[in-house]
């Protein structure tokens, strides 16, 4: 068995019908168990801001805390199909619509507007849907940093983003319920990576699989969504989340970037892998395969068609934007024979290692006093 077939239990990257082979078998249950193997560890070394970079995002985080009952404006009405026409009508001609899809010879040939309509629709709240189940799986592995990191200046900063996570479940959670029609079940490739983050014993690994891997995705596909969607309730909240997000990546990258720093290149290729696993797990999941189930069109047909196309591509490479600078940062892409730099080539994602990291963006993404309601 070769290296990526260990790790990904395939050999092929785009083999469809292997990635299509996993769905999720646990829906029907309100509750899911996962194993943490982790210990708790104390510290006695309470000497705060000997981290002086983890103190200074601790500090930002007090005074950055929002409101998620209070600070967006819940009373805008919000029509699931007006929103979709206006954000086609917004983004005509960016080759980003599925108007500017060639569908002749495709099941879609003969789809009517209503069709188009329901798949912009299901397509939305798939997207948001897995938005909010990947902030849960945030609250949970914020809360298992906040026991398992030894330097107190992380658990201090972990503790805030618990409570950032939480707010952050909470409002996707109450748009989903009160201005879409419920939501999707959390998509099987999402949940196979968050439960290998959450088992993981290795605290590192808990940071690396979700501040860098999954929130660094997050924070690139929160802002696609801000900057193409039309709807304002929507916009601001994506917004807010962001502005917390950015923060989040932040501490993953200033955190590893010091323990990396002393590792064996044994202990760097796993970890190497473990960024592997988790850029394919979620590259996976954005196929929307629950989407195209929904819609009765074939699953393995529709993603083919909608997989070539140049936007889909586009999309796709852009959700690494964020993920392939944080890592070269922390020195995952050129050790060991450069294997994950191989590895993200494969992936086409290679040409963002030179775009700007994310361990001070998140002043860039701050809110402004008046964004919090805060008087001066
Ligand atoms: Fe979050
Ligand atoms: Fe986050």
């Avoid at 210990?39 to 309470?46: E, Q, R």
């Avoid at 852009?318 to 922390?330: A, D, G, Q, R």
């Avoid at 080539?345 to 993404?365: G, H, R």
Wanted: glycine share 4%.
């Amino acid at each position: 068995m070769t290296d990526i077939e260990n790790i990904i239990g395939r050999e092929d990257l785009d083999d469809l019908e292997a990635i299509l082979s996993v769905s999720n078998s646990d829906m029907q249950s309100t509750i899911s168990i996962v194993e943490d193997n982790s210990d708790a560890i104390f510290t006695w070394n309470y000497e705060k801001g000997e981290r002086p970079a983890l103190n200074k995002l601790y500090e930002k985080a007090k005074t950055s805390m929002w409101n998620g009952e209070t600070d967006l404006p819940w009373d805008t009405e919000v029509n699931p199909e007006e929103v979709v026409i206006n954000d086609m009508v917004a983004q005509q001609g960016m080759g980003v619509s599925f108007a500017d899809f060639d569908v002749a010879g495709t099941p879609f040939e003969k789809w009517t507007e209503l069709e188009w309509l329901k798949l912009g629709v299901e397509s939305n709240n798939w997207t948001l849907s897995q938005f909010m189940h990947g902030e849960q799986g945030a609250l949970i592995c914020t809360a298992k940093i906040v026991e398992t990191v030894p330097w107190i200046d992380a658990k201090y900063y972990a503790s805030t983003q618990v409570m950032d996570e939480a707010r952050h479940v909470e409002v996707f959670a109450k748009y989903l319920d009160t201005k879409m029609d419920g939501y999707y079940p959390v998509n099987a490739h999402l949940k196979m990576l968050l439960d290998d983050i959450v088992s993981d014993s290795r605290w590192d690994m808990t940071y690396l699989g979700m501040q860098i891997m999954v929130e660094g995705l997050a924070l690139a596909a929160f802002g696609f969504m801000h900057m193409m969607t039309t709807e304002p309730l929507l916009k601001q909240l994506l917004r807010y989340v962001m502005s917390d997000e950015a923060r989040h990546v932040a501490f993953g990258v200033l955190s590893l970037k010091e323990y990396y720093a002393d590792l064996s290149d044994a202990e760097i290729f796993e970890r190497q892998q473990f960024a592997f696993e988790a850029a394919v797990r979620m590259r996976d999941r954005f196929l929307q395969q629950e989407v195209w189930e929904r819609m009765e069109v074939p699953v393995k047909e529709a993603i083919t068609i909608v997989s070539q196309t140049p936007t889909r591509q586009m999309f796709q490479m852009m959700l690494f934007s964020k993920i392939v600078p944080n890592c070269k940062k922390l020195g995952l892409l050129d050790r060991n024979d450069a294997w994950l730099r191989r590895r993200f080539e494969e992936l086409n994602v290679i040409q963002f290692e030179d775009l700007t990291d994310t361990s001070d963006e998140f002043e860039k993404f701050a809110l402004s006093s008046e964004e919090l309601g805060q008087t001066a």
